[in-house]
């Protein structure tokens, strides 16, 4: 049994959750999300993105200034450019836990429709 008394958070745990809650945050958009995956083919600059995206410069570095400051991705600058990178590559093993979740809901959905009409 866990040596924390029950129904209280710990100091140290709440600090765990809320650094993990900060990361989880920087990535509920789906701007964010793209990046992340585009990011994850290898390393992007500004422009790139902001074509692909479709909005404009500041938007995108607004969400980089977010993923940077969750430790998500970092910047590397060659010559004029700053190119960024994936900090951490396993943050896409959170987007195959999520895409898991879509296909289990989906399933349940499916599921549940079926036996509406039976």
């Known amino acids: 049994m866990s040596t924390a008394k029950k129904g209280k958070i710990s100091t140290r745990t709440q600090?765990?959750?809320?650094?993990?809650?900060?990361?989880?945050?920087?990535?509920?958009h789906p701007s964010r999300l793209f990046i992340v995956e585009e990011l994850s083919k290898g390393a992007r600059c500004?422009?790139?993105?902001?074509?692909?995206?479709?909005?404009?410069?500041?938007?995108?570095?607004?969400?980089?200034?977010v993923l940077k400051a969750a430790g998500i991705v970092q910047d590397n600058k060659h010559g004029t450019q700053i190119y960024y990178?994936?900090?951490?590559?396993?943050?896409?093993?959170?987007?195959?836990?999520?895409?898991?979740?879509?296909?289990?809901?989906?399933?349940?959905?499916?599921?549940?429709?079926?036996?509406?009409?039976?």
Not at 46 to 65: A, F, K, P, Y
């Open 15 to 28: 600090a765990r959750l809320e650094a993990r809650a900060k990361i989880i945050k920087a990535l509920a």
């Open 85 to 118: 990178i994936l900090r951490i590559p396993c943050i896409l093993n959170f987007f195959d836990c999520i895409e898991s979740v879509l296909v289990a809901n989906a399933q349940a959905h499916m599921k549940l429709l079926k036996t509406r009409r039976a």
């Open 46 to 65: 500004v422009n790139e993105l902001t074509e692909m995206i479709g909005v404009d410069v500041s938007t995108v570095s607004r969400h980089l200034s």
